[in-house]
């Protein structure tokens, strides 16, 4: 059943002449009447009579007129609302290291809105700052994207590498090996040491460079 026709049985029903059903319509008066003679045939039924220069419902017209405009409204609400939803404000829920929060984050968000044609916003957390709580935050549909260490053995989450950061110690001013421009990481070994928590996704790459 063609959804044009409907709308050109409702004008009609309304107006009850089909020269101002088809001027309102913007179609020709023998389009409307073969639209209409045609969702007759499809029915099997009379929906018009003739009275003077105007139509008038027959009963069975005015049953399928109530039919007809509950299906519209309900036709026309759906598609208002999608649209709505279409044109609304795109959020993207955002987590990262707090490590890239402080710069690279606000600045790669920064670009992508100058660039970007949509009317998107962000919102940010970094959780613990701890990447597989970030990665299970992720998982549960918390967040839309996360910035973290990959984490090993997470076969269902799809990592790629955006950044890369050198590995530094920090040492007191007067540490033996201060004065060092590089060193090798066993020399660090004869020393105490503050490095990365267990839980923190750096700390299997430390293990295994050690």
Not at 167 to 190: F, G, K, W, Y
Request: with cysteine; net charge negative; aromatic share 8%.
């Amino acid at each position: 059943m063609n959804l044009f026709h409907l709308r050109y049985f409702v004008t009609l029903a309304k107006s009850q002449n089909y020269t101002r059903a088809a001027r309102q319509l913007n179609i020709t008066q023998p389009s409307l009447s073969n639209a209409i003679h045609g969702l007759e045939a499809e029915l099997g039924l009379a929906l018009f009579v003739r009275q003077g220069r105007n139509v008038v419902l027959t009963s069975e017209g005015r049953e399928f007129s109530r039919i007809v405009d509950h299906s519209l409204t309900i036709l026309d609400s759906g598609i208002e609302q999608l649209q709505h939803q279409d044109n609304e404000q795109t959020v993207i829920q955002l987590a990262a290291l707090r490590t890239l929060s402080t710069r690279w984050v606000p600045g790669m968000v920064r670009e992508f809105l100058q660039n970007s044609q949509q009317d998107v916003r962000f919102e940010f957390t970094n959780e613990n700052g701890l990447s597989p709580q970030i990665i299970q935050g992720l998982r549960a549909k918390h967040y839309d994207i996360c910035f973290c260490s990959k984490v090993d053995e997470q076969e269902d989450i799809a990592y790629f590498p955006i950044a890369s950061q050198a590995l530094v110690v920090i040492t007191p001013t007067d540490h033996p090996l201060a004065t060092r421009n590089q060193i090798e990481l066993s020399e660090t070994l004869a020393f105490d040491q503050v490095t990365f928590s267990k839980r923190s996704g750096l700390a299997p790459i430390i293990r295994q460079l050690f």
